[in-house]
């Protein structure tokens, strides 16, 4: 088997510069999700930085308890995380990830990986990476943030269930070769703990930033799918909450906290 078929903790730390992200490793054959086995860890009182990973999951989750893939060949990772601020605020861990997510892709690979409202990272418009934060609170405050990942990296589209394909894509698939998952591995660590920090100092307007220009999808005409509501009109920006703005036909702008975007051109081709 090849050296990629397996994420070594020891490597992953070898030459990582971090302070305390990835500085701990769990790794796993194969867990239930590295999100339940991270949250659990942080109510033993982990500390920060603590990393979950495994080489499968059974029943990985996105958003909405919706279930992700966890097949072979995947990072499936979730890092600890003890910010001190009010759980309205710890959605915007989700943006930071996001952000760490699609620059690291773009800077080891070169693909024009780009952000899709509010927790998908994307290559070539189909996704390639999900990202899933959960929260546990001790009075007003977040207690523990624990923000899973997962990557589509060395796996094959037939990996994925048959309705999952035409809409995933992985970076083995868009480089036509197997990637190193330890070096991205080690270079994303890096890269989550260099955006936390701007988070935990109340920065967040710097990662804004970044994340608008990995947005290609704002000033384009969307569908937003919020509970049993569909809102249809331009995709303008996102405010310091994390919410979507969306300007409608009539002129009028609403904020959406929760939902499925869906572009006009993906609309178009379901017709």
Not at 72 to 96: E, H, M, N, Y
Not at 106 to 119: Q, R, V
Not at 123 to 135: D, Q, W
Not at 228 to 237: F, L, P, Q, S
Request: charged share 30%; with cysteine; hydrophobic share 40%.
């Amino acid at each position: 088997m090849p050296e990629t078929s397996s994420i070594h903790p020891e490597k992953i730390k070898k030459g990582l510069k971090t302070e305390f992200i990835g500085q701990r490793i769990h790794h796993f054959t194969e867990v239930t999700s590295t999100n339940d086995v991270a949250k659990k860890l942080a109510s033993n009182g982990v500390e920060e930085g603590t990393v979950v990973i495994s080489e499968t999951q059974t029943l990985g989750r996105g958003r909405l308890s919706r279930r992700w893939a966890s097949p072979q060949g995947g990072i499936w990772f979730s890092t600890v995380l003890r910010p001190q601020v009010k759980p309205k605020d710890a959605s915007k861990l989700t943006l930071a990830a996001a952000v760490a997510a699609a620059q690291t892709i773009k800077e080891m690979f070169g693909l024009d990986a780009e952000i899709k409202w509010p927790n998908d990272v994307l290559v070539s418009g189909k996704k390639i990476c999900g990202i899933l934060t959960e929260t546990s609170t001790k009075g007003e405050t977040v207690d523990s943030a624990v923000v899973g990942i997962g990557i589509n990296a060395n796996t094959s589209p037939d990996a994925f269930p048959e309705s999952l394909r035409n809409s995933l894509t992985s970076l083995k698939s868009e480089l036509c070769e197997e990637i190193d998952r330890g070096d991205f591995l080690r270079a994303l660590l890096e890269k989550i703990e260099y955006y936390y920090r701007f988070f935990a100092e109340e920065k967040f307007d710097l990662i804004l930033q970044e994340w608008r220009k990995l947005a290609s999808f704002l000033g384009q005409y969307v569908e937003v799918i919020s509970f049993d509501e569909k809102i249809m009109g331009r995709a303008v920006d996102v405010d310091q909450n994390g919410a979507l703005i969306v300007k409608l036909e009539d002129g009028s702008e609403r904020k959406v906290t929760t939902g499925d975007v869906i572009m006009w051109t993906d609309l178009y081709e379901r017709l």
